[in-house]
């Protein structure tokens, strides 16, 4: 079975600090998707990443950066420099191999950023 | 905007009364996904259409809830009998290739 866990349910940190949101996954595919989304207030969710599971390079993408590490099933998310715009919900997800990529999404981590 | 839509956007009904969404995939996307997010939890799936197929249903799906995707185009989700336990955001989503699916902004349900 899949599943994906996001221990923290709620950070708080002071702007400009960095934070990093954890996820651990469980998958017995051996091709699978992970993603991370954001949802803010107005509920929609917003694509940032994914990552298929043969390519453990991490990847930034301006203050956003990403540490996959197959050995411990991990992909966690990290924010340099959090800005109040960045508070919102955040999920983990995960999909399988082609034939079947419906999205298993974590419980989410709620981020607030205080000014 | 070329983007997933969903209608309506809201929706208050009572309990005990039937509701239906609307969802309006990315043109020629061929894949539409239904899923369900309650109050503090991720979204959860419902099901899977392929063109007008429905491939694939949830555990989550009673049989109080009905999807349809009548041309391969739009979808429906329709709810009978409405119950308390079924307010919830309702997303929908389409692809076109396998794991790249985007996201509508969602119906927001309140069973009263």
């Known amino acids: 079975a899949q599943k994906v866990t996001q221990a923290q349910t709620e950070i708080s940190v002071v702007e400009k600090e960095d934070v990093t949101l954890d996820c651990v996954y469980e998958?017995?595919?051996?091709?699978?998707?992970l993603f991370w989304y954001k949802q803010p207030p107005s509920g929609e969710l917003v694509f940032l990443i994914r990552r298929n599971s043969f390519d453990e390079q991490n990847e930034i993408s301006g203050r956003y950066s990403w540490n996959f590490q197959k050995s411990t099933s991990s992909f966690n998310f990290t924010i340099t420099a959090s800005q109040v715009v960045d508070s919102a919900v955040y999920f983990c997800a995960l999909s399988g191999d082609l034939r079947d990529d419906k999205i298993i999404f974590g419980k989410g981590t709620r981020l607030h950023i205080l000014p | 905007d070329t983007g997933v839509s969903q209608d309506p956007r809201h929706k208050i009904t009572k309990r005990g009364q039937n509701v239906t969404f609307r969802c309006d995939p990315i043109?020629?996307?061929?894949?539409l996904y239904w899923y369900r997010q309650t109050l503090g939890q991720g979204p959860e799936f419902l099901t899977y259409f392929q063109n007008e197929a429905q491939l694939e249903k949830s555990r989550l799906l009673s049989d109080r809830f009905s999807a349809e995707r009548p041309k391969g185009s739009f979808s429906t989700l329709e709810i009978q009998r409405t119950e308390q336990g079924d307010s919830a955001m309702y997303l929908c989503a389409s692809s076109l290739k396998e794991n790249e699916q985007f996201f509508g902004p969602g119906t927001r349900l309140t069973v009263l």
């Open positions: 998958t017995r595919d051996t091709t699978y998707y």
């Open positions: 043109s020629e996307h061929n894949r």
